[in-house]
């Protein structure tokens, strides 16, 4: 939010900045209150207070200001606003637009008074576009009573295994899906989560840990270690993701301790101890937790009852090896308790009632929004099918989706919808052309979780013009869902169901083409409070976290190849051109990517791009400009001289009742009116019980928003995790 202004008026270095797309930095909230000055006059304004963020893309609010005409004296009051959000959750940032003032009120002036005041306030007032930290606009909504609705999804436990020694998981979803490596008697393995090999003569297996190789004549058999290995394994090409394991060949002398291979055909957990279990309290309950494992494990020494968090969802048992149940619906009430500085402090963002539990679920269902270039992404936009389209039914409706093709396509009726990276598309035929959608049918959003499309449920199509439309997309696009749970909501990663995936036997092609579906486990998804999403992958759930890959062959060049991903919340690193299974994008070599980071700045802009932004500093200070899409354009300063901006003393407010006022140094509070600053007369006790909760939003939402801020990489933003 900053004055209205016009280009000429920024700077010339900033105007080279803002001419280049490809430089445009992510803003960051700059700090309260904010100041405006021109043509003498002042205007000083303290962090809005939010009444109310609808579908969080419509946002009311009330801020007080200072208000002082050239030459004149210093003026309080409050000012209500509307306006519209766009949020860029990467960043941590939303931005206001279109600024709405039906409303300003000065409680020291009579009525005669106010019309004055109130123009030269809306000539000076913000209409848009300056950043407003998310944490704390989620901290005010925090004050507000939200219902959440929760997803009816799976909690049943997954298959689990348990060691206290040296183990990895082996997966192999489904069939071993084996493609030949070429000029070689070798074929690997594509939809496991190691590098597994097999000898086409002999049939044995060679599988890659990171301490050496292991042999068995069955995936489901005894596995030993080997120093000898097929002569093949010498002849793999280079490229194919095959470079790291062409360095453990020939195999490296032994070391360290053989591990044990546990193998499951389907997305499973393995609990891993690094010996026996060694317990450490956490203080003020009586819950212990198991320090030498990476798993989130604890006992209840009340009950003498296990607990495990694996995906967001909470199991039992009365002994690590099991059997589990599922237990989120009634959680030890100590688990509520535990110490913000505790280690495991990061599982309670899982637990029902707590404030990092509410966090997690209001972030999940805040929108990022994208202002999509109708004819550069539909150019972009090309579905390739395993042969002909093939769909199969929606349970519990009458539309169908393409089971195929890797590209989430839904048929309504006689036409095609296409979510592809977070927008939507439409067409007559199942193979395009595709065209932008400006709107998407309502029954594409009754779509059950038991579907394997069901996360494009969370990607909404608005406020089309002829060349533009505004796609959003929430937490559940990339598998963050809300839980409802009996004593207050949570996020759980993934679904719960299990999808198997896609194989198809292409004619005359010896070797089929595997595509997965999104799964809930066996990725070790674990929530990260400070980056508000999921890291996932273990080491012992091997180099490729899961067996999450795709494969494919290339006819014109007669390779095949393979691919493998980590994904979390913001994206994940890849190997290999890899596949996301929740998204149905690619992302090129060891490549993190989000939702709409492959339409590339120019196709799909989001708030930070929307508001172009640029900084020079200067021994006078720094000076911000900005310009948005809409044509508004301003500058702020702050230094030695000039119009600047203010991030100290954010400690006046609007009263509900229409007055201003300001908590004081010693803690106490004053109402302003016509005599100055004095103690409050006549304010309720909802008033002031209503002050002393936005007194405290604000202060929580500035530490949030330093946290975050700081916890930055300086390089960018983090997610996913390294492949060795």
Known sequence: MSHR???????????LFLA???????????????????????????????????????LSARMAFSLTP??????????????????DKDARTVYLRDLQIPD??????????????????????????EPFSLDRIMADMKQQNQVEQGVPVRNDPPKLFYSSNPAVLLMVEGDPVLAPIEKTNLQFVVNTNWDLFQDKKKKDYYLLLNTGWMTSKALEGSWTPTQSLPKDMSKLPAGGNFDEVKKMVPPPPPSGTVPQVFYSNVPAELILLKGAPVYSRISGTQLLYVANSDNDIFIDDASKTFYILLSGRWFRSAALSGPWTYAGNDLPRD?????????????????????????????????????????????KVNVSYDGDPAFKPIEKTSMEYATNTQDKVIKVGDLYYLCFQAVWFMSTKPTGPWKTADAVPSVIYTIPPSSPVY?????????????????????GYLGMFIIGMAVGACIAYGTG???????????????????????????????????????AGRTVYGPYGAARSSAWYNPATGRYGRSASVQGWYGGRTAASSYNPWTGGYASTRQGHNTYSQWGSSVASRGNQWVQTGH??????????????????????HGANGTHVRTNNNNVYAGHDGNVYKKNNNGNWSQYGKGGWQQPVGASQSTMHGLGSSDQARRTGQTQTNRFQNSRPAGGRGGGIRRR
């Open 20 to 58: 280049d797309h490809s430089k445009a930095q992510s803003a960051t909230d700059i700090g309260w209150p904010r100041q405006v000055t021109k043509n003498g006059s002042v205007l000083l304004y303290y962090q809005p207070q939010i009444d109310e963020w609808k579908d969080y893309k419509q």
């Open 497 to 535: 169901y299990y999808y198997p995936p896609y194989i198809y036997f292409h004619p005359g092609m010896p070797y089929p083409i595997y595509r997965p579906w999104p799964c809930t486990y066996g990725i070790g998804a674990v929530y990260n409070p400070m980056r508000g999403g999921w890291a």
């Open 104 to 129: 300003v009120r000065f409680p020291q002036l009579s009525a005669d008074s106010v019309k004055l005041m109130e123009q030269l306030f809306k000539q000076l007032a913000p209409s848009g576009g």
């Open 455 to 475: 996360n494009v449920t969370y990607v909404t199509q608005t406020n089309a013009t002829p060349t533009t439309v505004e796609s959003s997309s929430s937490g």
């Open 616 to 637: 020079v500093t200067t021994a006078a200070g720094t000076v911000s400009g900005f310009r948005t899409s809409s044509g508004q354009a301003g500058v702020v300063t």
């Open 5 to 15: 202004s016009t280009l000429t008026a920024i700077p010339v270095l900033i105007l």
């Open 70 to 87: 050239a030459n004149g004296r210093q003026l309080l009051g409050i000012a209500s606003f509307t306006c519209g959000t766009l949020v």
């Open 335 to 379: 688990f509520a308790k535990i110490p913000a500085s505790s280690p495991k402090a990061g599982v309670l963002a899982s637990v029902p009632g707590t404030i990092q539990a509410s966090d997690a679920v209001m972030l999940a269902q805040i929108p990022t929004t994208a202002i999509v270039n109708k004819a550069e992404v539909e150019a």
